[in-house]
């Protein structure tokens, strides 16, 4: 079983930055790709960023050059830095890994972006 907590979500003026943790337990965590997604209000939840176990990343067009994802596998922690915020980056953050068989997700934070 894998528990995620995500945490460092706020209220940020635009233009400003954030840092987002997603701590995970279990022992599957340095194995696995890890990825973040998030959900406006009232919108489908997208697809941010994505690191494998080696280091590689992807990262969803409209958050490339801005986000960047990263990992700390000794501290089974999973990261996304977020800068030059944009009004349209308000939404609920999730960390995600998945097993065969088995989807993990956890509670999410929240990040508002203000004008």
């Known amino acids: 079983q894998v528990q995620l907590v995500e945490s460092g979500g706020g209220l940020v003026q635009a233009g400003g930055s954030l840092r987002l943790s997603c701590a995970a337990s279990?022992?599957?965590?340095?194995?696995?790709?890890m990825a973040w997604y998030r959900q406006p209000p009232g919108k489908q939840r997208e697809y941010v960023a994505s690191?494998?176990?080696?280091?590689?990343?992807n990262y969803a067009v409209s958050v490339k050059g801005r986000f960047t994802i990263s990992r700390d596998n000794a501290k089974n922690t999973l990261y996304l830095q977020i800068n030059s915020l944009k009004f349209e980056d308000t939404a609920a953050y999730y960390c995600?890994?998945?097993?065969?068989?088995?989807?993990?997700w956890g509670q999410g934070t929240q990040v508002t972006v203000s004008s």
């Open positions: 279990g022992s599957i965590f340095s194995a696995n790709t």
């Open positions: 690191i494998t176990n080696d280091g590689s990343t």
């Open positions: 995600n890994t998945w097993l065969p068989k088995s989807d993990f």
